[in-house]
Protein backbone atom coordinates (compact mmCIF):
# COMPACT_ATOMS: atom_id res chain seq x y z
CA UNK A 1 0.00 0.00 0.00
CA UNK A 2 1.01 3.54 -0.60
CA UNK A 3 1.54 4.01 3.68
CA UNK A 4 4.14 1.57 3.20
CA UNK A 5 2.79 -1.28 4.83
CA UNK A 6 0.73 -4.65 3.98
CA UNK A 7 -2.31 -5.69 5.96
CA UNK A 8 -3.80 -9.17 7.00
CA UNK A 9 -7.51 -9.30 6.62
CA UNK A 10 -9.92 -12.24 7.96
CA UNK A 11 -11.51 -13.03 4.77
CA UNK A 12 -15.21 -14.09 6.84
CA UNK A 13 -15.12 -11.37 8.75
CA UNK A 14 -13.64 -8.95 7.03
CA UNK A 15 -11.39 -8.02 10.14
CA UNK A 16 -8.20 -6.83 9.55
CA UNK A 17 -6.05 -8.92 11.77
CA UNK A 18 -2.62 -7.43 11.68
CA UNK A 19 -0.12 -4.90 9.70
CA UNK A 20 2.60 -5.69 8.77
CA UNK A 21 5.72 -2.80 8.97
CA UNK A 22 8.97 -2.56 7.90
CA UNK A 23 9.46 -1.15 4.00
CA UNK A 24 10.60 2.46 4.00
CA UNK A 25 8.36 3.38 0.75
CA UNK A 26 5.07 2.11 -0.86
CA UNK A 27 4.16 -1.66 -1.11
CA UNK A 28 3.60 -3.12 -4.59
CA UNK A 29 3.90 -6.35 -4.97
CA UNK A 30 3.00 -9.47 -2.86
CA UNK A 31 3.22 -13.31 -2.79
CA UNK A 32 2.25 -15.96 -0.69
CA UNK A 33 4.18 -19.34 -0.67
CA UNK A 34 2.31 -22.59 -0.19
CA UNK A 35 4.17 -22.48 3.71
CA UNK A 36 2.22 -19.19 4.51
CA UNK A 37 5.31 -16.45 4.41
CA UNK A 38 4.57 -13.20 2.69
CA UNK A 39 7.11 -12.19 0.05
CA UNK A 40 6.91 -8.14 -0.37
CA UNK A 41 8.43 -6.28 -3.14
CA UNK A 42 8.25 -2.31 -2.32
CA UNK A 43 9.37 1.17 -4.12
CA UNK A 44 12.56 0.89 -1.21
CA UNK A 45 14.02 -1.73 -3.90
CA UNK A 46 13.57 -4.04 -1.35
CA UNK A 47 11.41 -7.58 -0.95
CA UNK A 48 10.42 -8.62 2.68
CA UNK A 49 10.53 -11.86 4.17
CA UNK A 50 7.45 -12.00 6.46
CA UNK A 51 5.51 -14.86 8.63
CA UNK A 52 1.78 -13.93 8.04
CA UNK A 53 0.57 -15.89 11.41
CA UNK A 54 2.77 -13.65 13.90
CA UNK A 55 3.25 -10.75 11.65
CA UNK A 56 7.02 -10.85 12.29
CA UNK A 57 9.57 -9.63 9.57
CA UNK A 58 12.08 -12.59 8.65
CA UNK A 59 14.78 -11.02 6.56
CA UNK A 60 15.31 -8.57 3.60
CA UNK A 61 16.12 -9.13 0.26
CA UNK A 62 18.58 -6.57 -0.76
CA UNK A 63 20.12 -6.47 -4.66
CA UNK A 64 17.67 -4.88 -7.16
CA UNK A 65 18.70 -1.20 -7.81
CA UNK A 66 15.06 0.29 -8.65
CA UNK A 67 11.61 -0.06 -7.20
CA UNK A 68 10.18 -4.31 -6.86
CA UNK A 69 6.87 -4.46 -9.17
CA UNK A 70 6.27 -8.40 -8.59
CA UNK A 71 6.72 -11.16 -7.40
CA UNK A 72 6.29 -14.93 -7.59
CA UNK A 73 7.03 -18.19 -6.20
CA UNK A 74 8.36 -21.00 -8.07
CA UNK A 75 7.01 -24.73 -7.81
CA UNK A 76 10.26 -25.16 -5.87
CA UNK A 77 9.33 -22.51 -3.42
CA UNK A 78 11.85 -19.57 -4.51
CA UNK A 79 11.59 -16.37 -5.55
CA UNK A 80 11.35 -14.17 -8.50
CA UNK A 81 11.60 -10.61 -8.29
CA UNK A 82 10.99 -7.72 -10.81
CA UNK A 83 12.09 -4.35 -10.73
CA UNK A 84 12.42 -1.26 -12.57
CA UNK A 85 15.82 -1.74 -12.96
CA UNK A 86 14.87 -4.41 -15.54
CA UNK A 87 16.13 -7.41 -14.25
CA UNK A 88 14.76 -10.46 -12.78
CA UNK A 89 16.08 -11.60 -10.02
CA UNK A 90 15.77 -14.93 -7.99
CA UNK A 91 15.83 -15.59 -4.61
CA UNK A 92 16.38 -18.72 -1.73
CA UNK A 93 13.61 -16.89 0.64
CA UNK A 94 15.49 -19.40 3.51
CA UNK A 95 18.79 -18.03 3.22
CA UNK A 96 17.82 -14.92 1.47
CA UNK A 97 20.41 -15.43 -1.02
CA UNK A 98 19.83 -14.19 -4.67
CA UNK A 99 20.78 -17.16 -6.61
CA UNK A 100 20.66 -15.88 -10.48
CA UNK A 101 20.35 -12.13 -12.03
CA UNK A 102 18.24 -12.38 -15.26
CA UNK A 103 18.21 -9.98 -17.73
CA UNK A 104 17.67 -9.37 -21.32
CA UNK A 105 14.83 -6.60 -22.01
CA UNK A 106 16.19 -3.43 -22.71
CA UNK A 107 12.91 -1.85 -20.88
CA UNK A 108 11.11 -2.29 -18.07
CA UNK A 109 10.01 -5.40 -16.62
CA UNK A 110 6.61 -5.62 -16.16
CA UNK A 111 4.92 -8.93 -15.28
CA UNK A 112 6.37 -11.81 -13.95
CA UNK A 113 4.76 -15.24 -14.08
CA UNK A 114 6.39 -18.85 -13.76
CA UNK A 115 5.18 -22.37 -14.81
CA UNK A 116 4.93 -25.82 -12.98
CA UNK A 117 8.04 -27.07 -14.73
CA UNK A 118 10.17 -24.20 -13.32
CA UNK A 119 10.02 -21.71 -17.01
CA UNK A 120 9.92 -17.52 -15.78
CA UNK A 121 7.99 -15.83 -18.23
CA UNK A 122 8.84 -12.34 -18.41
CA UNK A 123 6.89 -9.07 -20.29
CA UNK A 124 8.68 -5.90 -20.88
CA UNK A 125 7.72 -2.60 -22.29
CA UNK A 126 9.77 -3.63 -25.06
CA UNK A 127 7.51 -5.04 -26.42
CA UNK A 128 8.89 -8.60 -25.63
CA UNK A 129 7.92 -11.70 -23.98
CA UNK A 130 11.25 -13.81 -22.69
CA UNK A 131 10.70 -17.52 -21.52
CA UNK A 132 13.26 -18.31 -18.65
CA UNK A 133 15.17 -21.15 -17.14
CA UNK A 134 14.83 -20.37 -14.11
CA UNK A 135 17.69 -23.36 -12.24
CA UNK A 136 20.50 -21.89 -15.58
CA UNK A 137 19.37 -18.89 -16.03
CA UNK A 138 19.30 -19.24 -19.64
CA UNK A 139 17.23 -17.56 -22.53
CA UNK A 140 14.66 -20.21 -24.27
CA UNK A 141 13.21 -18.09 -26.55
CA UNK A 142 11.73 -14.58 -27.06
CA UNK A 143 8.20 -13.28 -28.68
CA UNK A 144 8.02 -10.07 -30.11
CA UNK A 145 4.98 -8.52 -30.86
CA UNK A 146 4.10 -5.17 -32.30
CA UNK A 147 2.77 -3.56 -29.39
CA UNK A 148 3.80 -3.33 -25.86
CA UNK A 149 2.73 -6.58 -24.12
CA UNK A 150 0.43 -5.55 -21.00
CA UNK A 151 -0.35 -8.74 -19.48
CA UNK A 152 0.51 -12.37 -19.39
CA UNK A 153 -0.52 -15.41 -17.51
CA UNK A 154 0.00 -19.33 -18.02
CA UNK A 155 -2.53 -21.75 -18.81
CA UNK A 156 -3.43 -24.18 -15.71
CA UNK A 157 -1.11 -27.02 -17.33
CA UNK A 158 1.85 -25.06 -17.87
CA UNK A 159 1.97 -25.25 -21.38
CA UNK A 160 0.39 -22.32 -23.01
CA UNK A 161 1.18 -18.58 -22.56
CA UNK A 162 -1.21 -15.95 -22.79
CA UNK A 163 -0.09 -12.48 -23.76
CA UNK A 164 -2.47 -9.48 -24.29
CA UNK A 165 -0.94 -6.07 -25.74
CA UNK A 166 -1.95 -2.83 -25.97
CA UNK A 167 -3.92 -3.07 -29.32
CA UNK A 168 -6.25 -5.28 -27.80
CA UNK A 169 -5.03 -8.90 -29.59
CA UNK A 170 -4.51 -11.51 -27.17
CA UNK A 171 -1.68 -14.37 -28.43
CA UNK A 172 -1.49 -18.20 -27.20
CA UNK A 173 1.95 -19.23 -26.97
CA UNK A 174 2.80 -22.97 -27.09
CA UNK A 175 5.78 -23.64 -24.91
CA UNK A 176 6.47 -27.19 -26.06
CA UNK A 177 9.38 -28.17 -27.03
CA UNK A 178 11.30 -25.50 -25.01
Given at each position: SFDNTLKVWDMETGKELRTLRGHRRSVEAVAVTPEGLVISGSWDNTLKVWDMETGKELRTLRGHSREVKAVAVTPEGLVISRSG???LK???IETGKEL???RGHSSFVRAVAVTPEGLVISRSRDNTLKVLDIQTAELLTTFTADYPIWCCAVSGDGRTVVAGDK?????FLRLEGL
Open positions: DKTLWDHTLSGRVS
